[in-house]
C-alpha cells in the first residue's frame, strides 16, 4: 500500500501492541521462506518462468517498483529478484488505472475509519482486478512455459482462468498447518 504502510502500522500497533506486530512479521517473513523453499524444490527451468505479482502495474517499470520495494525489506519483492537473477521474466500483472481508483478506495475508508465494512467498494475493484489478472496471465504465458503467480488472499484471479492453464497452490503445501497442530499436542 506504499504510502499508506506506516499508517497501517500504526493503526495495528495501536489496536493489537507491538507484540502482536512482531508475531506478525515473522509470520510473514516464516510464509515467504516457506514459499521460497518450496519453490525450490521444482527445479524450475528459469529462463521458461515468468513471475507475476499482485499490485504490479503493467506500466514499463515493474523492475524498479520491485528492486524498490525488495530495498525496503519486501520479502516477497526480494523473492521476485533472486527468480529474475535465476532468469525468471517479470510481468506486470495488473491494470494501473484500477489499482489507482482501489487505493483511493482503501484511503478514502483509513480516514473514515468508521466507514462500515464492505461499504467501500473494493470488492468490485477486487473483481475486476482479478479478471485482468487472468487475461494478463493468458495473453503472456506461453505454451511450455511456467508462470508463478503471487497473490493475496481475497484474490480469485485462479477461477478466471481458462482451462488449459494447469494450477498448482504452492501455499497449501507450506508446513504451518502441521506446525500449528504440533503445537496444540503439546
Known sequence: MGSLAESLKKEYIKKYGIHKWEQHLKKINDLWTGIEERLNQRNLRYNQVKVYQDGLPVCGKE???VQAIANSGGKNHQLLLKLIH????????????LLIKEYQLIKNAAA???AEKGTDGRSDYLVERDV????????????GETG????GMLHKADEK???DVVIDYLIYHLPFKEAVSKKKNL
Open 148 to 151: 508463478i503467480l503471487f497473490l
Open 63 to 65: 523492475l524498479e517498483i
Open 161 to 163: 482462468l481458462p482451462s
Open 112 to 114: 473514515r475509519k468508521g
Open 132 to 143: 485482468f489478472i487472468a487475461n494478463r496471465i493468458d495473453t503472456t504465458l506461453k505454451d
Open 86 to 97: 535465476e532468469g525468471a521474466t517479470l510481468m506486470g500483472t495488473e491494470d494501473p488505472s
